[in-house]
């Protein structure tokens, strides 16, 4: 089995080249334009690769986005099997990645507080 640092890298390089191609648009599905794949994670056995995707407007086009990527999951694994050489190649599964979305109402309610903050020094 492939020690945790090993299965960082390939999980990075799967990372790397999704978002080559994605930015090449060598995917051709309106669906995908501007995603961002955020994170890949390959299981110990080399059996599943999770990849989490996002996208600037949010949730919104979740169930869109993810229809696109298992559309076209097997022409992505196929090109990503030519480009990084592992003797068996992991299925993919496409995950929506909240964290953007949390992250942004995280400093929505900071910049809350902050203002609200500033009002009660001006108050005083």
């Known amino acids: 089995m492939p020690s945790p640092l090993r299965l960082k890298r390939i999980g990075d390089r799967f990372r790397k080249e999704l978002s080559e191609m994605l930015a090449k648009e060598e995917i051709r599905d309106p669906r995908l334009i501007g995603i961002s794949i955020t994170d890949v994670e390959v299981d110990r056995e080399l059996s599943y690769a ?11 086009r979740s169930k869109e986005v993810l229809e696109g990527l298992e559309s076209a999951s097997g022409f992505i694994r196929k090109v990503l099997s030519e480009r990084i050489e592992l003797r068996s190649f992991p299925k993919l599964r496409f995950h929506w990645d909240v964290t953007p979305e ?17 009002q009660r020094k001006k108050l005083k």
């Open 50 to 60: 999770e990849i989490y995707v996002s996208v600037y407007e949010g949730v919104v």
């Open 102 to 118: 949390k992250a942004d109402r995280i400093e929505q309610l900071l910049a809350t507080i902050h203002s609200e903050e500033e």
